[in-house]
């Protein structure tokens, strides 16, 4: 993984401003440029490495410091903050192989897992590759970076583990579950011997990357072990567009490894190794990364079961906290279902925030689409006033019904919601809808009876309006983990509600 001072790099350039040193290790964390473990303070070793940047170079250093703890490119337009540092060495940057992201819209683009490989080997190819600075590669969405994702298999497991503890990230990247071993393929990697012109040292790479992470028999590491199983693409976030994996199976039923997994940890990193039987892959599907979410969907569908799982915070009973419930989801997640069978069958008063918003401002998404509501929307909630505004529009509709039980659907702002409790004045339940993006494209897809492609969805999903909705899932009181069919989903759901509410 990164040095603290790429991931700051690549942070900051991201985000288009200026970050407090919390926020920007916590945003290095969770788009795993950094790797932490558990006791460590990784935003006190981010500030020290950015400080000691400063001292050494001055004018020349990639950054530079605008208030005490909040940093910024050196290109920035905000105004420099004098303050001594420490003295330290810094590490040089690193490369990584990269390919143009139009070879894959020639080779043909997918989101998922594509078995076999097939054309798409073709991107490997040494006239077409390049290596690139890491910290370009990590912000220039016009290339691909090339990722080897290796599941080991033994006596029909699979060895699963966590990377990092991710104990300055949000909640709810703590314990990821990850099968996929590997990495980048960098430039030494590349040895110009006549295989290495077809795949650009990516067969080495994933060698050695194995081997920097597992204490393997070097027997176990030949390429009659390791097969192709597929290809995986994922444009659903920032992170996931600037990368392309080819997934790999290495058979070990043959080889000796001690008794117990853990004693194959090599790297700090990696945690909590444990060899899962391929049929329990699917028993905390949810605390799965979602990469390895899709290698269990796609390669194990036959022989694994998955659920939807509803799992509520410590003592937390729903039926104490029942008269207002707030449905929090991304686009798809599920969360309008939820809000329906509380109306349908527990004669809860449906309150919109969406249609609320377009009565505030006086639109119609039927006259003039979704993503002109959106882009309204979020200048809207964006004002100084907007949320305030949004949350005494709720709590006057609540306070102006005849019904004493209200379910808020589809709140996308953390202002709007804090303003709507400290209003309301009562206990509110915070129900949270999470869902795999793929999951929800489908969902989403089946509810509205249209032709949208994958890519059009992204584009809703990933408006300005939306991005705050995964932060809710941190405060939620219940989480619902909307993944397996439908009908597990709904029958899931139903049966929570009728033993919490009656």
Request: net charge positive; aromatic share 10%; proline share 3%.
């Given at each position: 993984m990164g040095k603290f001072l790429e991931a700051a790099e690549i942070i900051l350039k991201r985000a288009g401003r200026p970050l407090g040193v919390k926020d920007l290790t916590d945003r290095a964390l969770e788009s795993r440029l950094l790797e932490s473990s558990g006791g460590?303070?990784?935003?006190?070793?981010?500030?020290?490495?950015?400080?000691?940047?400063?001292?050494?170079?001055?004018?020349?250093?990639?950054?530079?410091?605008?208030?005490?703890?909040?940093?910024?490119?050196r290109d920035s337009s905000a105004e420099e903050y004098k303050s001594p540092g420490f003295a330290k060495k810094v590490a040089s940057d690193s490369e990584v192989?990269?390919?143009?992201?139009?070879?894959?819209?020639?080779?043909?683009?997918?989101?998922?897992?594509?078995?076999?490989?097939?054309?798409?080997?073709?991107?490997?190819?040494?006239?077409?590759?390049?290596?690139?600075?890491?910290?370009?590669?990590?912000?220039?969405p016009a290339y691909k970076q090339v990722i080897s994702y290796v599941l080991i298999r033994k006596?029909?497991?699979?060895?699963?583990?966590?990377?990092?503890?991710?104990?300055?990230?949000?909640?709810?990247?703590?314990?990821?579950?990850?099968?996929?071993?590997?990495?980048?393929?960098?430039?030494?990697?590349?040895?110009?011997?006549?295989?290495?012109?077809?795949?650009?040292?990516?067969?080495?790479?994933?060698?050695?990357?194995?081997?920097?992470?597992?204490?393997?028999?070097?027997?176990?590491?030949?390429e009659e072990r390791l097969s192709y199983l597929?290809?995986?693409?994922?444009?659903?976030?920032?992170?996931?567009?600037?990368?392309?994996?080819?997934?790999?199976?290495?058979?070990?039923?043959?080889?000796?490894l001690p008794h117990t997994a853990s004693k194959l940890k090599r790297e700090k990193?990696?945690?909590?190794?444990?060899?899962?039987?391929?049929?329990?892959?699917?028993?905390?599907?949810?605390?799965?990364?979602?990469?390895?979410?899709?290698?269990?969907?796609?390669?194990?569908?036959a022989a694994v079961k998955?659920?939807?799982?509803?799992?509520?915070?410590?003592?937390?009973?729903?039926?104490?906290?029942?008269?207002?419930?707030?449905?929090?989801?991304?686009?798809?997640?599920?969360?309008?279902?939820?809000?329906?069978?509380?109306?349908?069958?527990?004669?809860y008063e449906v309150i919109s925030t969406g249609k609320l918003v377009?009565?505030?401002?006086?639109?119609?998404?039927?006259?003039?689409?979704?993503?002109?509501?959106?882009?309204?929307?979020?200048?809207?909630?964006?004002?100084?006033?907007?949320?305030?505004?949004?949350?005494?529009?709720?709590?006057?509709?609540?306070?102006?019904?005849?019904k004493n039980k209200f379910v808020i659907d589809g709140l996308r702002n953390l202002r709007t919601f804090e303003a709507f409790k400290a209003n309301l004045g009562r206990k509110i339940a915070l129900i949270y809808v999470e869902s795999t993006v793929d999951n929800a494209y489908e969902f989403y897809k089946s509810r509205e009876n249209n032709n949208l492609t994958f890519n059009e969805f992204i584009d809703i999903l990933q408006h300005g309006v939306e991005r705050e909705i995964p932060e809710f899932m941190r405060l939620a009181n219940v989480i619902v983990y909307n993944h397996g069919t439908k009908h597990s989903y709904n029958q899931t759901v139903s049966h929570y509600?009728?033993?919490e509410l009656g």
């Open positions: 460590k303070t990784p935003s006190q070793t981010m500030k020290a490495k950015l400080s000691v940047d400063i001292k050494q170079k001055g004018d020349k250093s990639h950054f530079k410091r605008v208030a005490p703890g909040v940093f910024a490119v192989l990269v390919f143009p992201v139009k070879r894959l819209r020639q080779a043909g683009w997918f989101h998922g897992i594509v078995t076999p490989p097939g054309r798409y080997v073709s991107l490997l190819d040494f006239k077409t590759t390049a290596f690139m600075s890491r910290i370009e590669a990590e912000t220039n006596s029909g497991s699979l060895l699963r583990f966590v990377r990092g503890g991710y104990s300055s990230a949000q909640a709810f990247l703590k314990g990821r579950y990850c099968i996929g071993f590997g990495g980048h393929v960098e430039r030494h990697d590349l040895r110009y011997s006549l295989f290495d012109q077809f795949d650009s040292g990516y067969k080495n790479s994933i060698f050695r990357e194995l081997s920097e992470e597992l204490r393997l028999p070097p027997e176990s590491l030949t597929g290809v995986l693409n994922d444009d659903s976030s920032f992170v996931g567009k600037l990368h392309f994996a080819f997934v790999h199976l290495l058979d070990l039923d043959d080889c000796r990193s990696i945690n909590k190794l444990k060899w899962i039987s391929i049929p329990n892959l699917g028993n905390e599907f949810e605390r799965y990364e979602y990469w390895s979410k899709l290698c269990i969907q796609k390669l194990y569908s998955i659920k939807c799982k509803i799992t509520p915070v410590h003592n937390f009973k729903l039926s104490k906290h029942a008269s207002v419930i707030a449905v929090v989801g991304t686009i798809g997640s599920g969360k309008t279902e939820i809000s329906r069978l509380l109306e349908s069958s527990f004669e377009e009565e505030i401002l006086g639109i119609s998404i039927t006259e003039i689409g979704r993503t002109a509501v959106q882009n309204l929307a979020q200048k809207f909630i964006e004002s100084r006033s907007g949320p305030t505004e949004l949350a005494t529009a709720i709590v006057s509709r609540i306070q102006g019904s005849k509600f009728k033993d």
